[in-house]
Protein backbone atom coordinates (compact mmCIF):
# COMPACT_ATOMS: atom_id res chain seq x y z
CA UNK A 1 0.00 0.00 0.00
CA UNK A 2 1.84 3.50 -1.16
CA UNK A 3 0.05 5.00 1.46
CA UNK A 4 2.24 3.08 4.30
CA UNK A 5 5.52 3.74 2.58
CA UNK A 6 4.44 7.52 1.96
CA UNK A 7 3.38 7.65 5.79
CA UNK A 8 6.73 5.55 7.06
CA UNK A 9 8.67 8.59 5.35
CA UNK A 10 6.47 11.45 7.20
CA UNK A 11 6.72 9.69 10.49
CA UNK A 12 10.39 9.17 10.32
CA UNK A 13 10.92 12.55 10.07
CA UNK A 14 8.34 13.91 12.35
CA UNK A 15 8.39 11.27 15.26
CA UNK A 16 11.73 13.24 16.36
CA UNK A 17 8.82 15.68 17.69
CA UNK A 18 7.48 13.43 20.10
CA UNK A 19 10.17 13.74 22.65
CA UNK A 20 10.25 18.01 22.53
CA UNK A 21 6.48 18.08 22.73
CA UNK A 22 4.17 17.38 25.51
CA UNK A 23 1.11 17.89 23.48
CA UNK A 24 2.53 14.77 21.06
CA UNK A 25 3.63 13.10 24.36
CA UNK A 26 0.43 12.83 26.05
CA UNK A 27 -1.82 12.75 22.45
CA UNK A 28 -3.57 10.20 23.63
CA UNK A 29 -5.36 11.82 26.78
CA UNK A 30 -6.46 14.79 24.10
CA UNK A 31 -8.23 12.41 22.42
CA UNK A 32 -9.60 10.73 24.79
CA UNK A 33 -11.42 14.01 25.91
CA UNK A 34 -12.66 14.34 22.72
CA UNK A 35 -13.93 11.28 22.37
CA UNK A 36 -15.72 11.72 25.22
CA UNK A 37 -16.65 15.50 24.94
CA UNK A 38 -18.53 13.71 22.02
CA UNK A 39 -20.21 11.54 23.99
CA UNK A 40 -21.56 13.46 26.62
CA UNK A 41 -22.23 16.50 24.90
CA UNK A 42 -24.37 14.82 22.26
CA UNK A 43 -26.98 14.88 25.43
CA UNK A 44 -28.02 18.62 24.85
CA UNK A 45 -24.96 20.40 21.93
CA UNK A 46 -26.29 21.12 18.40
CA UNK A 47 -25.15 19.10 15.44
CA UNK A 48 -22.98 21.00 14.51
CA UNK A 49 -21.25 21.09 17.69
CA UNK A 50 -20.92 17.69 18.18
CA UNK A 51 -19.70 17.49 14.70
CA UNK A 52 -16.86 20.36 15.50
CA UNK A 53 -15.67 18.37 18.66
CA UNK A 54 -15.46 14.71 16.56
CA UNK A 55 -13.43 16.80 14.17
CA UNK A 56 -11.18 17.65 17.09
CA UNK A 57 -10.86 14.24 17.82
CA UNK A 58 -9.83 13.19 13.86
CA UNK A 59 -7.30 16.01 13.64
CA UNK A 60 -5.40 14.98 16.86
CA UNK A 61 -5.43 11.19 15.69
CA UNK A 62 -4.23 12.22 12.53
CA UNK A 63 -1.63 14.33 14.10
CA UNK A 64 -1.26 10.84 16.58
CA UNK A 65 -0.53 9.03 12.99
CA UNK A 66 1.74 11.03 11.97
CA UNK A 67 4.50 11.33 14.72
CA UNK A 68 3.99 7.49 15.38
CA UNK A 69 6.95 5.70 13.79
CA UNK A 70 5.74 2.27 12.55
CA UNK A 71 2.50 3.22 12.85
CA UNK A 72 0.60 1.18 9.51
CA UNK A 73 -3.05 0.98 8.32
CA UNK A 74 -4.56 -1.91 7.76
CA UNK A 75 -8.04 -3.19 7.28
CA UNK A 76 -10.58 -5.77 7.20
CA UNK A 77 -13.23 -7.37 4.87
CA UNK A 78 -16.13 -4.91 6.39
CA UNK A 79 -13.51 -2.14 6.41
CA UNK A 80 -13.04 -2.99 2.53
CA UNK A 81 -16.66 -2.70 2.17
CA UNK A 82 -16.72 0.64 4.10
CA UNK A 83 -14.23 1.76 1.42
CA UNK A 84 -16.22 0.54 -1.20
CA UNK A 85 -19.15 2.52 -0.29
CA UNK A 86 -17.02 5.70 0.52
CA UNK A 87 -15.86 5.43 -3.22
CA UNK A 88 -19.66 5.43 -4.41
CA UNK A 89 -20.41 7.83 -2.56
CA UNK A 90 -18.16 10.40 -3.92
CA UNK A 91 -18.82 9.20 -7.30
CA UNK A 92 -22.52 9.71 -6.69
CA UNK A 93 -21.62 13.42 -5.06
CA UNK A 94 -19.79 14.15 -8.20
CA UNK A 95 -22.35 13.49 -10.56
CA UNK A 96 -25.39 14.85 -8.14
CA UNK A 97 -27.59 17.53 -10.09
CA UNK A 98 -27.61 19.42 -6.55
CA UNK A 99 -23.75 19.43 -6.31
CA UNK A 100 -23.31 21.54 -3.40
CA UNK A 101 -25.95 20.15 -1.61
CA UNK A 102 -24.77 16.85 -1.64
CA UNK A 103 -21.06 17.86 -0.72
CA UNK A 104 -22.30 19.10 2.21
CA UNK A 105 -23.75 15.51 2.87
CA UNK A 106 -20.66 13.87 1.92
CA UNK A 107 -18.50 15.83 4.36
CA UNK A 108 -20.90 14.26 7.30
CA UNK A 109 -20.05 11.17 5.62
CA UNK A 110 -16.39 11.77 6.24
CA UNK A 111 -16.39 12.86 9.63
CA UNK A 112 -18.95 9.90 10.76
CA UNK A 113 -16.31 7.66 9.05
CA UNK A 114 -13.14 9.53 10.88
CA UNK A 115 -14.64 9.15 14.20
CA UNK A 116 -14.98 5.47 13.30
CA UNK A 117 -11.19 5.52 12.80
CA UNK A 118 -10.19 7.88 15.54
CA UNK A 119 -12.51 5.38 18.29
CA UNK A 120 -10.75 1.95 16.54
CA UNK A 121 -7.44 3.46 16.65
CA UNK A 122 -7.23 5.09 20.48
CA UNK A 123 -8.49 1.39 21.58
CA UNK A 124 -6.65 -0.20 20.04
CA UNK A 125 -4.12 0.97 22.38
CA UNK A 126 -6.06 1.56 24.93
CA UNK A 127 -8.35 -1.40 25.28
CA UNK A 128 -9.22 -0.90 29.02
CA UNK A 129 -10.54 2.40 28.01
CA UNK A 130 -13.76 0.58 26.51
CA UNK A 131 -15.39 0.30 30.34
CA UNK A 132 -14.56 4.32 30.71
CA UNK A 133 -16.40 4.74 27.30
CA UNK A 134 -19.09 2.34 28.58
CA UNK A 135 -19.34 4.25 32.16
CA UNK A 136 -19.60 7.41 30.37
CA UNK A 137 -23.05 5.93 28.13
CA UNK A 138 -24.31 4.33 31.16
CA UNK A 139 -24.00 8.19 32.54
CA UNK A 140 -25.75 9.23 29.58
CA UNK A 141 -28.11 6.67 29.32
CA UNK A 142 -28.79 7.12 33.22
CA UNK A 143 -29.62 11.26 33.21
CA UNK A 144 -31.66 10.97 29.88
CA UNK A 145 -33.89 8.23 31.78
CA UNK A 146 -34.11 10.88 34.87
CA UNK A 147 -35.52 13.40 32.59
CA UNK A 148 -37.56 11.42 30.86
CA UNK A 149 -39.17 10.34 33.69
CA UNK A 150 -39.60 13.96 35.33
CA UNK A 151 -41.25 14.71 31.17
CA UNK A 152 -43.54 11.96 31.67
CA UNK A 153 -44.60 12.51 35.10
CA UNK A 154 -45.05 16.68 34.30
CA UNK A 155 -47.01 15.43 31.04
CA UNK A 156 -44.42 17.59 28.95
CA UNK A 157 -46.72 19.31 25.89
CA UNK A 158 -45.83 17.45 22.50
CA UNK A 159 -44.87 19.06 19.58
CA UNK A 160 -46.96 18.97 16.35
CA UNK A 161 -46.72 15.66 14.59
CA UNK A 162 -45.56 13.49 17.29
CA UNK A 163 -48.91 11.52 17.72
CA UNK A 164 -52.08 11.14 15.47
CA UNK A 165 -54.81 11.62 18.28
CA UNK A 166 -57.60 12.13 15.77
CA UNK A 167 -59.14 8.64 16.38
CA UNK A 168 -57.82 8.47 20.39
CA UNK A 169 -59.75 8.78 23.69
CA UNK A 170 -58.19 11.73 25.93
CA UNK A 171 -56.90 8.51 27.96
CA UNK A 172 -55.50 7.22 25.02
CA UNK A 173 -52.99 9.83 24.14
CA UNK A 174 -49.84 9.32 25.16
CA UNK A 175 -47.04 12.04 26.88
CA UNK A 176 -44.08 11.01 24.76
CA UNK A 177 -41.12 11.84 26.70
CA UNK A 178 -37.81 13.27 24.46
CA UNK A 179 -35.22 13.91 26.72
CA UNK A 180 -33.01 16.68 25.87
CA UNK A 181 -30.99 15.43 22.46
CA UNK A 182 -31.05 17.90 20.35
CA UNK A 183 -33.95 18.58 17.67
CA UNK A 184 -35.97 17.71 20.68
CA UNK A 185 -38.02 14.34 19.33
CA UNK A 186 -39.51 11.18 20.73
CA UNK A 187 -38.02 9.09 17.93
CA UNK A 188 -34.85 10.13 18.33
CA UNK A 189 -34.82 9.99 22.39
CA UNK A 190 -36.03 6.68 21.91
CA UNK A 191 -33.46 5.26 19.36
CA UNK A 192 -30.67 7.04 21.33
CA UNK A 193 -31.83 4.84 24.75
CA UNK A 194 -32.57 1.48 22.08
CA UNK A 195 -28.53 2.31 21.60
CA UNK A 196 -27.99 2.12 25.03
CA UNK A 197 -29.85 0.13 27.09
CA UNK A 198 -27.78 -3.02 25.23
CA UNK A 199 -24.30 -1.65 27.56
CA UNK A 200 -25.94 -1.08 30.86
CA UNK A 201 -27.26 -4.57 30.33
CA UNK A 202 -23.92 -5.84 29.35
CA UNK A 203 -21.93 -4.33 32.31
CA UNK A 204 -24.63 -5.83 34.55
CA UNK A 205 -24.42 -9.22 33.23
CA UNK A 206 -20.29 -7.96 33.56
CA UNK A 207 -21.03 -7.02 37.48
CA UNK A 208 -23.14 -10.70 37.71
CA UNK A 209 -20.31 -12.22 36.64
CA UNK A 210 -17.46 -11.23 38.67
CA UNK A 211 -20.10 -11.56 41.90
CA UNK A 212 -20.44 -7.63 42.52
CA UNK A 213 -23.87 -7.92 44.28
CA UNK A 214 -24.22 -4.19 44.92
CA UNK A 215 -23.17 -2.67 41.56
CA UNK A 216 -25.23 -5.43 40.17
CA UNK A 217 -27.98 -4.48 42.40
CA UNK A 218 -27.67 -0.81 41.03
CA UNK A 219 -27.46 -2.26 37.31
CA UNK A 220 -30.59 -3.61 37.84
CA UNK A 221 -32.04 -0.31 38.60
CA UNK A 222 -30.60 1.62 36.20
CA UNK A 223 -31.70 -1.29 33.59
CA UNK A 224 -35.22 -1.31 34.80
CA UNK A 225 -35.24 2.56 34.59
CA UNK A 226 -33.56 3.34 31.30
CA UNK A 227 -36.06 0.58 29.42
CA UNK A 228 -39.22 1.90 30.91
CA UNK A 229 -38.34 5.56 30.05
CA UNK A 230 -37.31 4.12 26.47
CA UNK A 231 -41.01 2.78 26.20
CA UNK A 232 -42.04 6.16 27.45
CA UNK A 233 -41.03 7.97 24.21
CA UNK A 234 -43.69 5.94 22.47
CA UNK A 235 -41.84 5.67 19.24
CA UNK A 236 -42.66 2.46 17.23
CA UNK A 237 -40.08 1.91 15.84
CA UNK A 238 -38.37 0.76 19.11
CA UNK A 239 -41.39 -1.32 20.13
CA UNK A 240 -40.58 -3.38 17.10
CA UNK A 241 -36.96 -3.42 17.00
CA UNK A 242 -36.45 -3.67 20.98
CA UNK A 243 -37.52 -7.66 21.19
CA UNK A 244 -35.96 -8.50 18.23
CA UNK A 245 -32.71 -6.78 19.16
CA UNK A 246 -32.53 -8.83 22.27
CA UNK A 247 -33.01 -12.08 20.49
CA UNK A 248 -29.07 -11.24 20.15
CA UNK A 249 -28.09 -11.59 23.25
CA UNK A 250 -30.86 -14.33 24.18
CA UNK A 251 -29.19 -16.68 21.42
CA UNK A 252 -25.79 -16.25 22.60
CA UNK A 253 -26.75 -17.25 26.09
CA UNK A 254 -28.75 -20.34 25.35
CA UNK A 255 -25.48 -21.34 23.22
CA UNK A 256 -22.07 -19.63 24.77
CA UNK A 257 -22.32 -18.39 29.30
CA UNK A 258 -21.48 -20.68 31.78
CA UNK A 259 -24.45 -22.60 33.76
CA UNK A 260 -23.41 -20.59 36.73
CA UNK A 261 -24.19 -17.45 34.99
CA UNK A 262 -26.96 -18.29 32.93
CA UNK A 263 -29.37 -18.16 35.76
CA UNK A 264 -29.39 -15.05 36.68
CA UNK A 265 -28.74 -13.73 33.05
CA UNK A 266 -32.15 -15.24 32.59
CA UNK A 267 -34.26 -13.93 35.21
CA UNK A 268 -32.84 -10.36 33.91
CA UNK A 269 -33.22 -10.66 30.60
CA UNK A 270 -37.08 -12.85 31.15
CA UNK A 271 -38.04 -9.60 33.97
CA UNK A 272 -37.03 -7.10 31.33
CA UNK A 273 -39.14 -8.76 29.07
CA UNK A 274 -42.29 -9.64 31.19
CA UNK A 275 -41.75 -5.63 32.43
CA UNK A 276 -42.01 -4.61 28.80
CA UNK A 277 -45.80 -7.22 28.29
CA UNK A 278 -46.84 -5.52 31.47
CA UNK A 279 -46.17 -1.96 30.57
CA UNK A 280 -48.19 -2.59 27.28
CA UNK A 281 -50.96 -4.57 29.14
CA UNK A 282 -51.86 -1.85 32.19
CA UNK A 283 -51.00 1.22 30.55
CA UNK A 284 -53.83 2.41 28.21
CA UNK A 285 -52.11 5.16 26.23
CA UNK A 286 -49.32 2.58 25.84
CA UNK A 287 -51.16 -0.11 24.91
CA UNK A 288 -53.12 2.21 22.19
CA UNK A 289 -49.67 3.50 20.97
CA UNK A 290 -48.49 0.15 20.35
CA UNK A 291 -51.98 -1.43 18.44
CA UNK A 292 -51.60 2.05 16.17
CA UNK A 293 -48.25 0.09 14.41
CA UNK A 294 -50.63 -2.03 12.77
CA UNK A 295 -53.32 0.47 12.16
CA UNK A 296 -51.32 1.13 8.72
CA UNK A 297 -53.04 3.57 6.19
CA UNK A 298 -55.79 4.27 9.41
CA UNK A 299 -52.41 6.50 11.22
CA UNK A 300 -51.20 9.62 9.57
CA UNK A 301 -47.49 9.10 10.59
CA UNK A 302 -47.42 5.40 9.18
CA UNK A 303 -49.54 6.38 5.44
CA UNK A 304 -46.81 9.43 5.49
CA UNK A 305 -44.19 6.81 5.93
CA UNK A 306 -45.71 4.77 3.19
CA UNK A 307 -46.02 7.35 0.98
CA UNK A 308 -42.30 8.48 1.44
CA UNK A 309 -41.58 4.34 0.44
CA UNK A 310 -43.30 4.98 -2.83
CA UNK A 311 -41.81 8.37 -3.54
CA UNK A 312 -38.31 6.85 -2.83
CA UNK A 313 -38.79 3.87 -4.38
CA UNK A 314 -39.47 5.70 -7.66
CA UNK A 315 -36.69 8.06 -6.51
CA UNK A 316 -34.30 5.06 -6.72
CA UNK A 317 -35.81 3.62 -10.11
CA UNK A 318 -34.97 6.90 -12.01
CA UNK A 319 -31.36 6.44 -10.44
CA UNK A 320 -30.45 3.18 -10.17
CA UNK A 321 -26.62 3.08 -10.27
CA UNK A 322 -25.33 5.98 -8.55
CA UNK A 323 -27.98 7.68 -6.76
CA UNK A 324 -29.05 11.46 -6.62
CA UNK A 325 -26.08 12.17 -3.87
CA UNK A 326 -26.07 12.08 -0.25
CA UNK A 327 -27.33 14.65 2.35
CA UNK A 328 -31.10 15.28 3.71
CA UNK A 329 -31.38 18.73 2.47
CA UNK A 330 -30.27 16.68 -1.02
CA UNK A 331 -32.61 14.16 -0.62
CA UNK A 332 -35.87 16.92 0.16
CA UNK A 333 -35.21 19.04 -2.43
CA UNK A 334 -35.47 16.06 -4.93
CA UNK A 335 -38.06 14.69 -2.84
CA UNK A 336 -40.02 17.52 -4.05
CA UNK A 337 -40.51 16.39 -7.44
CA UNK A 338 -41.83 13.13 -6.36
CA UNK A 339 -44.04 13.08 -3.31
CA UNK A 340 -47.38 12.23 -2.86
CA UNK A 341 -48.98 14.74 -1.37
CA UNK A 342 -48.25 18.39 0.05
CA UNK A 343 -45.84 17.41 3.18
CA UNK A 344 -42.13 16.83 2.24
CA UNK A 345 -39.64 14.51 3.92
CA UNK A 346 -35.90 14.62 4.88
CA UNK A 347 -35.46 11.15 4.49
CA UNK A 348 -36.59 7.91 2.98
CA UNK A 349 -37.57 6.63 6.55
CA UNK A 350 -35.77 3.42 5.80
CA UNK A 351 -31.50 3.52 6.23
CA UNK A 352 -31.34 1.06 3.32
CA UNK A 353 -33.41 2.53 0.86
CA UNK A 354 -31.91 6.14 1.96
CA UNK A 355 -28.61 4.47 0.60
CA UNK A 356 -29.72 3.17 -2.82
CA UNK A 357 -31.72 6.02 -2.83
CA UNK A 358 -28.52 8.62 -2.49
CA UNK A 359 -25.92 6.13 -3.67
CA UNK A 360 -26.83 4.03 -6.01
CA UNK A 361 -27.40 -0.31 -5.46
CA UNK A 362 -23.73 -0.89 -5.44
CA UNK A 363 -23.01 1.64 -2.51
CA UNK A 364 -26.29 -0.29 -0.53
CA UNK A 365 -24.51 -3.53 -1.74
CA UNK A 366 -21.29 -2.57 0.26
CA UNK A 367 -22.94 -1.20 3.08
CA UNK A 368 -24.61 -4.47 3.42
CA UNK A 369 -21.70 -6.35 2.86
CA UNK A 370 -19.82 -4.06 5.90
CA UNK A 371 -22.45 -5.13 8.12
CA UNK A 372 -22.45 -8.81 7.41
CA UNK A 373 -19.13 -9.21 7.85
CA UNK A 374 -18.88 -6.87 10.96
CA UNK A 375 -21.70 -9.23 12.28
CA UNK A 376 -20.25 -12.36 11.43
CA UNK A 377 -16.93 -11.90 12.78
CA UNK A 378 -18.18 -10.23 15.81
CA UNK A 379 -20.40 -13.58 16.49
CA UNK A 380 -17.67 -15.56 15.91
CA UNK A 381 -15.52 -14.53 18.57
CA UNK A 382 -18.03 -14.48 21.11
CA UNK A 383 -18.41 -18.25 20.42
CA UNK A 384 -15.31 -19.36 20.81
CA UNK A 385 -13.64 -16.73 22.71
CA UNK A 386 -12.70 -18.05 26.45
CA UNK A 387 -12.68 -14.40 28.39
CA UNK A 388 -16.44 -14.13 29.85
CA UNK A 389 -15.54 -9.90 29.94
CA UNK A 390 -14.70 -10.02 26.63
CA UNK A 391 -17.75 -11.57 25.55
CA UNK A 392 -20.21 -9.85 27.34
CA UNK A 393 -18.68 -6.51 26.19
CA UNK A 394 -18.78 -7.64 22.43
CA UNK A 395 -22.25 -9.17 22.83
CA UNK A 396 -23.34 -5.93 24.15
CA UNK A 397 -22.13 -4.13 21.32
CA UNK A 398 -23.04 -6.26 18.79
CA UNK A 399 -26.52 -5.91 20.58
CA UNK A 400 -26.43 -1.90 20.57
CA UNK A 401 -24.89 -2.47 16.40
CA UNK A 402 -28.11 -4.76 15.54
CA UNK A 403 -30.42 -2.41 17.71
CA UNK A 404 -29.58 0.68 15.89
CA UNK A 405 -30.09 -1.37 12.27
CA UNK A 406 -33.38 -2.81 12.75
CA UNK A 407 -34.64 0.49 14.22
CA UNK A 408 -33.49 1.99 10.83
CA UNK A 409 -35.57 -0.02 8.75
CA UNK A 410 -38.48 1.92 9.94
CA UNK A 411 -36.62 5.17 10.68
CA UNK A 412 -34.07 7.27 9.26
CA UNK A 413 -32.90 8.66 12.91
CA UNK A 414 -29.54 6.69 12.48
CA UNK A 415 -28.18 9.80 10.39
CA UNK A 416 -28.55 12.09 13.32
CA UNK A 417 -24.88 12.98 14.94
CA UNK A 418 -26.33 11.47 18.55
CA UNK A 419 -26.90 7.96 17.11
CA UNK A 420 -24.07 8.27 14.36
CA UNK A 421 -21.41 8.84 17.17
CA UNK A 422 -22.67 5.56 19.36
CA UNK A 423 -22.58 3.58 16.25
CA UNK A 424 -19.39 4.19 15.21
CA UNK A 425 -17.99 3.49 19.18
CA UNK A 426 -19.86 0.22 19.15
CA UNK A 427 -18.26 -1.19 15.58
CA UNK A 428 -15.09 0.46 16.79
CA UNK A 429 -15.63 -1.69 20.05
CA UNK A 430 -15.95 -4.66 18.16
CA UNK A 431 -13.07 -4.01 15.54
CA UNK A 432 -10.74 -3.91 18.26
CA UNK A 433 -11.83 -6.80 20.79
CA UNK A 434 -12.95 -9.34 17.62
CA UNK A 435 -10.88 -11.72 15.62
CA UNK A 436 -11.30 -10.52 12.10
CA UNK A 437 -8.78 -11.14 9.33
CA UNK A 438 -6.71 -8.41 8.53
CA UNK A 439 -4.68 -6.77 5.52
CA UNK A 440 -1.68 -5.59 6.71
CA UNK A 441 0.70 -3.47 4.07
CA UNK A 442 4.64 -3.01 4.10
Known amino acids: MIINKVL ?6 LSPLVEKSIILKFIDKFIFISISAVILLSLCAPSDTIGYLALAAIFL ?20 CLIIYLAFV ?25 YYVTCSIYLKDNKKDIYKI ?28 WQDTSNLNPEEVMTRVYGTLKPLNPNLFGGYMLALVPVIYGITALLAANGSRARFSIGI ?29 AVILFIRCPDKLKGLLYKLYGGICVLGVLLVMFSTSLKARVLSIFAMRGDSSTSFRFNVYQASIQMFQDNPFLGIGVGNQNFRETYG ?27 LFAFLGFIGFLITGAVRTILNSRNINKVIILTAALTSVCGILLHGFVDTIFFRPQLQF ?5 VAVIRVLADFDTVKEN
Open 90 to 114: IISTAGASLFWLSLKGILKTFIYLG
Open 8 to 13: EIVQNF
Open 422 to 426: VFWMM
Open 61 to 80: TLIKILVTKGFRFEYTKFEL
Open 134 to 161: FGLFIFCLSYESIVGLLQNSSHAGALAG
Open 337 to 363: LYMKTGYDALSAYNIYLETAVESGIFA
Open 221 to 249: FISLLSTVVMLMSGCRGVFAAYPFMMLVP
